[in-house]
């Protein structure tokens, strides 16, 4: 708790006086004002979170939060819990979705394992393992509260080790199955939601079975009876390793003033939580994608955060995020080589 506390405290708003400055020069580089639409707000918004008028994003890493989920149980996934295990070994091969869109993007891919029901002896992954996997939450709670707790600061504790590498942008991704049913059921708890409003069929749940998956959401809430204005306390109810994993993580982005990327509907699910903890994270988000999974626009509505792009994606690992590091950088580069009219000679505009 000692680190969480200490991650909170440090965490300030953004430098508002920087974002007007860079304002000032985006609306006055060699175009109309506005032409380049959300890339201007990408890199102002870059420069409060970083203090630097000229920011770069030059050096980029995904993190991975990897764990399993004992709700797996009740039926609620397509695929055996034993793929997670298998993906998080894939992942550190390069053979995964995420894996070539970092290539692509020039980012590491940081695998960790938070939770994963299994053991692994992997060089490559990191063993951050609390516990082999959460309860199922249909039963009782997903874990304690000081479970969670660590689950939080070991995102923070990876997050930071990646900043003092020298990354100045970081995504979150997850590898978990199952794990649409407790980022549904942390939804329908902030937000009072009924759970068939916010459960969808994950990684190709057959439709026949959705019900079932609702069902379980709502008796997870029912068991547990989660407090939404305690985060922490959803999250160890109902929630997973992974996603107070991804949660430290952008505390720890936001604590370091470095811009973290939110990838789909888990990943935002993630932010809920960190959200709760110390508000003024969210200055520090950069939405990706619009997720296909039903309660992603929530959770984004609940942020005020608009996704940048809408592909039809619900794949997760963070290959949305990893996709928008792309557009983030062409906006810093937007800032640092276009030139002011002033610049160009140009008197009048």
């Known amino acids: 708790m000692n680190l969480l506390n200490e991650t909170i405290k440090k965490i300030k708003g953004v ?3 920087i974002m007007e400055k860079c304002k000032n020069r985006v609306d006055n580089l060699i175009k109309p004002v506005g032409s380049l639409g959300k890339l ?18 030059d050096n980029k890493s995904v993190i ?18 034993e793929v997670t295990l298998m993906q998080a070994i894939n992942m550190t091969k390069g053979l995964t979705g995420v894996c070539a869109m970092a290539k692509q993007a020039k980012s590491d891919v940081v695998v960790v394992d938070i939770g994963i029901d299994g053991e692994i002896n992997n060089d ?35 997050a930071t080790e990646e900043i003092k590498k020298g990354k100045n942008i970081l995504t979150t991704g997850e590898m978990g199955i199952g794990n649409t049913t407790p980022s549904a059921a942390i939804v329908s708890a902030i937000t009072g939601m009924d759970p068939k409003e916010v459960t969808w069929v994950g990684a190709n749940l057959p439709m026949d079975k959705l019900k ?44 370091n003033r470095v811009p973290i990327v939110i990838d789909g509907f888990i990943c935002t699910v993630a932010a809920l939580i960190a959200y709760g903890i110390e508000p003024k994270v969210k200055e520090y988000l950069i939405p990706s994608h619009s997720s296909e999974e039903k309660g992603a626009k929530y959770a984004s509505e609940i942020l005020g955060l608009k996704p940048m792009l809408d592909m039809n994606m619900r794949l997760g690992e963070g290959s949305g995020g990893v996709l928008a590091f792309n557009i983030i950088e062409a906006a810093t580069y ?10 160009a000679g140009i008197g009048v505009v």
């Open 15 to 17: 430098d508002r006086e």
């Open 40 to 57: 201007e707000d990408i890199v102002i918004k870059l420069a409060g979170i970083t203090g630097d008028m000229y920011p770069k994003v």
């Open 64 to 81: 991975v939060m990897a764990a399993d989920h004992g709700v797996c149980e009740e039926g609620i996934a397509a695929a055996p819990k």
């Open 124 to 158: 490559k992954i990191i063993n951050k393992k609390i516990k082999h996997g959460t309860e199922n939450i249909t039963k009782g709670p997903a874990m304690t509260r000081k479970e969670a707790i660590t689950s939080i600061e070991t995102g923070i504790l990876v």
């Open 212 to 255: 079932n998956k609702i069902n379980c959401v709502k008796r997870a809430i029912e068991v547990n009876k989660p407090i939404k204005e305690d985060t922490i306390d959803v999250l160890s109810k109902v929630g997973g390793l992974e996603i107070g994993g991804m949660a430290g993580v952008m505390l720890a982005c936001a604590a």
């Open 334 to 343: 937007m800032n640092n080589e276009m030139i002011t009219f002033k610049e």
